[in-house]
């Protein structure tokens, strides 16, 4: 069974983004962070600000390795929770990682439009900076990253926006020469599409070639 795990940082439009996929996908929606708060019995806000960071992390990471969702669904993780070595495996484990990426401008516009309160993380512009480029790193370790800037909701779950697939392995775009570039380099496929992921596991069940034929550029989920 084959999860859709959406990724990214804070305010990158996760939540919203993964209901209108589910919607459309006639999928299940799971929310991370709800199954936190239900299993705390307050809110996210509320466990950082009475047990801290590293309480909220331990509910996450139990979470995360708990879920079994009964039916193909559509998973929203907090924006720090595959910044963690264990959760990234579990979440990969459950089907294709799709990452959500935006710049930090907009993501501040966001936060600053947003209820004040709600992101505890947010409250120092310098800190959300470095927390933002440190959490990069491991963004880029995801089977998918997709640009929203300028995109709205819709647009941005259109799956057919999203990179190439090959043949179901959803490890990037089946040109032989991506795989000569460095591993999840910035570069782009020969269809021009952004590809940070180059890593040919698995595809067409030969690590050495790709299989350049009609499913070549279907997109997972199909459109």
């Known amino acids: 069974m084959k999860h859709v795990v959406m990724t990214g940082f804070m305010a990158v439009g996760k939540?919203?983004?993964?209901?209108?996929?589910?919607?459309?996908?006639?999928?299940?929606?799971?929310?991370?962070?709800?199954?936190?708060?239900?299993r705390a019995g307050m809110a996210v806000a509320d466990i950082f600000g009475e047990?801290?960071?590293t309480r909220f992390r331990e509910l996450e990471s139990q979470v995360i390795a708990e879920l079994r969702p009964g039916r193909e669904s559509v998973i929203a993780t907090g924006g720090g929770a595959f910044a963690d070595p264990v959760n990234r495996t579990a979440l990969g484990a459950l089907g294709v990682v799709v990452c959500l990426v935006t710049s930090l401008e907009t993501?501040?516009?966001?936060?600053s439009a947003g209820p004040a309160g709600v992101r505890p993380l947010a409250s120092d512009p310098g800190a959300l900076e470095a927390?933002?480029?440190?959490?990069?790193?491991?963004?880029?370790?995801?089977?998918?990253?997709?640009?929203t800037d300028g995109l709205s909701v819709d647009q941005s779950a259109r799956t057919g926006r999203w990179p190439a697939f090959c043949c179901g392995c959803y490890r990037g775009c089946c040109s032989p020469a991506c795989w000569s570039a460095s591993r999840r380099s910035a570069t782009?496929?020969?269809?021009?599409?952004?590809y940070s992921f180059a890593q040919?596991?698995?595809?067409?069940?030969?690590?050495?070639?790709?299989?350049?034929?009609?499913?070549?550029?279907?997109?997972?989920?199909?459109?």
């Open 15 to 38: 939540t919203a983004v993964g209901k209108r996929l589910a919607k459309k996908l006639a999928r299940e929606f799971v929310d991370t962070d709800e199954l936190i708060e239900a």
């Open 51 to 53: 047990h801290g960071e």
């Open 107 to 111: 993501v501040r516009r966001r936060i």
């Open 131 to 147: 927390l933002f480029n440190e959490r990069m790193v491991a963004y880029k370790q995801a089977d998918v990253m997709v640009e």
């Open 188 to 194: 782009r496929c020969r269809w021009g599409r952004p």
């Open 200 to 223: 040919p596991s698995r595809c067409c069940r030969s690590s050495s070639s790709c299989c350049g034929g009609a499913n070549s550029r279907a997109p997972w989920p199909p459109d």
